[in-house]
Nanobody
Framework: QVHLVESGGGLVQAGGSLRLSCAASVSFYSIATMGWYRQAPGKPRELVAE???????NYADSVKGRFTISRDNSKNTLYLQMNSLKPEDTAAYYC?????????WGQGTQVTVSS
């Protein structure tokens, strides 16, 4: 089975930083796409950042220049470095992996940014 465990969320003030981690139970060798999504109350889940084919990266316009997605292949861990956080970044953040066309999700970690 594939297990994803997110951590690193919390409560921060506007302008602060957080680093989210996603530890996977499988080797990244078999993963085609890895990404971070977020969902705010009453809103649909949206893509924040992704790594495609273990190299190319894409970011939502709202986080470009502030967030950085990265991975540590030796530890099978995905990261999201979040800087200059804004209240509108408040949401539950989810890690997602795609293996042979199947999406796997973590349980989510809450990020709350106070103004």
């Amino acid at each position: 089975q594939v297990h994803l465990v997110e951590s690193g969320g919390g409560l921060v003030q506007a302008g602060g930083s957080l680093r989210l981690s996603c530890a996977a139970s499988v080797s990244f060798y078999s993963i085609a796409t890895m990404g971070w999504y977020r969902q705010a109350p009453g809103k649909p889940r949206e893509l924040v950042a992704e790594i495609i084919n273990y190299g190319r990266t894409n970011y939502a316009d709202s986080v470009k220049g502030r967030f950085t997605i990265s991975r540590d292949n030796s530890k099978n861990t995905l990261y999201l470095q979040m800087n200059s956080l804004k209240p509108e970044d408040t949401a539950a953040y989810y890690c997602s992996l795609v293996i042979t066309g199947t999406y796997y999700w973590g349980q989510g970690t809450q990020v709350t940014v106070s103004s």
